[in-house]
């Protein structure tokens, strides 16, 4: 049974750097299908997609974020990570991190779902 | 960019009756990449549909998807208690790779 336990600093002041951890129990971190995402919830307002990272280091973020977030990985603890810098009070959110499956063949693409997911980390960006 | 719009917003209805939630695309999306969520309060979201219509690990067969091209739908048979939360709709997609709809909330009536 895979787990995901995540841990980070939970509040912040504006224009400092969010960082979160999240480690995968009970599992493997490389298989070349997972991809191991972050994803947030300002309060009242909907979920949006942070950005992900494979077992090689590959990157995809979105782009409203992309210029501020840096997710990295270590396959050695099967922990990845995401940094965010500069935050704002509009980057007040629960914070969740989730393993995604995207297997692609020569054919196609098959996208599987985000399946397991992080406890949730509140992080609270406040002068 | 696609848009997924999600209608409605609020669904006001009674355990045992049928829910039926609307995820609209702005661009066809492939029927591959679509999946819904279940979010509860104070809980990480769960996956319950990926595929369009494929079943997660483990979700009752109450609930189930259908749909394509710009048009999905999630359908819950017959409501039980725990089923009234917020669900989510998801494109995987190209930059970004992951967008959701902004959600339905299903509340008891």
Redesign the interface.
Known sequence: QVQLQQWGAGLLKPSETLSLTCAVYGGSFSPYYWRW?W?R?PPGK????IG?IDHSGST?????LKSRVTISVDTSKNQFSLKLRYVTAADTAVY?C?R?K?EETTM????????V????TTVTVSS | ETVLTQSPGTLSLSPGERATLSCRASQSVTSRYLAWYQLKPGQPPRLLIYGASSRATGIPDRFSGSGSGTDFTLTISRLEPEDFAVYYCQQYGTSPQYIFGQGTKLEIK
């Open positions: 995402n994803i919830q909907g979920l949006e997609w992900e995809n973020y979105n782009p409203s969740y989730a995604g995207v196609r693409t098959y996208y599987s779902g985000m399946d997911w992080g406890q949730g």
